[in-house]
C-alpha cells in the first residue's frame, strides 16, 4: 500500500513538472469563448469558423493544443477558470461562452465562476450524463446538450429503418421520443438528489 501510495505521490509531482505554463492571451474581443477543444469542441468550432464567426479557444491539453496548431488553429492554453485569463479572453465583452471541456468537475468549476465575475455572459455548456446535465441546471445554465443523445437518437432511427420502418415512419417514432425523453428529464429534475423517487419516475416515464 505504502509503495502504491509513493507511486501516486511521484506520479503527480511528474506531471506537475511536465506541465507548461499557460499561455498569455493578448487581450480578444472574438463573440465567442469556447472552453475545451477536444471531439466535442472541435465540431463546434469548426462550424463558427465556417461561418466566418470569431472564436477564441482554451483548452488545457498541450500535446492537443499543438497539433491543432499545425493546423492553423488560435488556441491558448491555460486553466479556463482562472479570472484573469477570461478577462483577456473577451469574457466582459463576450456574446456566448460555450463550455465543452470533457471534465464534469472542470466544467462545474468553470461556470461557477464565470456566474459570479461574468453574471451576463450568456453559457452553453455540453453534459457529459444526466447527472452532470441537472448541476448545470441548477447554476442556472439552461442551454445544455448531451453530448451521445442526439447522436444516439439519429442511429436509432436507422435502426428502425433497418428494421423495415419506412423513414417518415422512423422519423416520428424517432422525434415522439426525443420529445417524451426531454419532458422526462425536466420532471425528474426537482427529485434527482432523491434516488428513490427518480427511480420510481424513470420506470413511470419508461411504461409511457
Known amino acids: 500500500l505504502l509503495r502504491v501510495a509513493y507511486d501516486k505521490v511521484t506520479a503527480q509531482r511528474l506531471r506537475n513538472l511536465q ?12 463573440p ?10 472541435q465540431i463546434i ?22 497539433l491543432l496548431r499545425k493546423f492553423g488553429f488560435k ?14 479572453a473577451g469574457a466582459a465583452k463576450a456574446r456566448a461562452l460555450v463550455v465543452a471541456v470533457d471534465d464534469v468537475e472542470d466544467c462545474l468549476e468553470l461556470v461557477d465562476a464565470v456566474r459570479r465575475d461574468f453574471p451576463d455572459l450568456p453559457i452553453l455548456a455540453r453534459a457529459r450524463n444526466v447527472t452532470h446535465y441537472y448541476q448545470l441546471m441548477d447554476r442556472g445554465v439552461t442551454m445544455i446538450e448531451r453530448e451521445t443523445f ?20 422512423a422519423r416520428q417514432a424517432a422525434m415522439k421520443f426525443r420529445t417524451h425523453n426531454i419532458k422526462l428529464l425536466h420532471a425528474v429534475y426537482p427529485y434527482y438528489k432523491d434516488q428513490q423517487q427518480m427511480v420510481s419516475m424513470a420506470q413511470q416515464g419508461r411504461d409511457e
Do not use: C, W
Open 19 to 30: 506541465r507548461r505554463p499557460d499561455d498569455r492571451i493578448d487581450a480578444q474581443d472574438n
Open 32 to 41: 465567442v469563448i469556447l472552453a475545451g477543444f477536444g471531439r466535442f469542441g
Open 45 to 66: 468550432g469548426r462550424l463558427l469558423y465556417a461561418n466566418r464567426i470569431g472564436v477564441t479557444v482554451m483548452d488545457h491539453d498541450p500535446d492537443q493544443l499543438d
Open 75 to 88: 488556441v491558448f492554453y491555460g486553466d479556463a477558470t482562472r479570472i484573469d485569463l477570461l478577462h483577456a
Open 150 to 169: 442526439e447522436s444516439a437518437l439519429r442511429l436509432g432511427r436507422q435502426t428502425l429503418q433497418q428494421l423495415g420502418f419506412g423513414a417518415y415512419r
